[in-house]
């Protein structure tokens, strides 16, 4: 399994942009389905949006759809979430996850992903 490590979160007004990393250890991060969960307290974890090995196709929740986007630098064993026009619902910890394959339609459920990162809180005030 790949070790993740998030970061970049934090708090932003309503409107406002963060951008956020996820940092993978190996050597095969260019082979791995990346991807970003959010979730808040009592709620279950929800997709966000998800990369595949190559980077030529991402998948985006609606919720987020033309606000997000997604990307990764596989030279830099990095993937990266930049959060624009962000809304107080978009308040959660969001969490990288990666799970290896090269599939160009991936499982985009919690469940498709097996290595997931500790997490990084986003509040966005009103």
């Known amino acids: 399994q790949v070790q993740l490590v998030e970061s970049g979160g934090g708090l932003v007004q309503a409107g406002g942009s963060l951008r956020l990393s996820c940092a993978a250890s190996?050597?095969?991060?260019?082979?791995?389905?990346m991807g970003w969960f959010r979730q808040a307290p009592g709620k279950e974890r929800e997709f966000v949006a998800a990369?595949?090995?190559?980077?030529?196709?991402?998948y985006y929740a609606d919720s987020v759809k033309g606000r997000f986007t997604i990307s990764r630098a596989n030279a830099k064993n990095t993937v990266y979430l930049q959060m624009n026009s962000l809304k107080p619902e978009d308040t959660d910890v969001y969490y990288c996850?990666?799970?290896?394959?090269?599939?160009?339609?991936?499982?985009?459920?919690?469940?498709?992903?097996?290595?997931w990162g500790q997490g990084t809180q986003v509040t966005v005030s009103s």
């Open positions: 190996g050597r095969t991060f260019s082979s791995y389905t």
């Open positions: 990369i595949i090995w190559s980077g030529d196709t991402t």
């Open positions: 996850a990666a799970e290896p394959g090269r599939a160009v339609v991936p499982g985009l459920r919690v469940a498709d992903f097996g290595s």
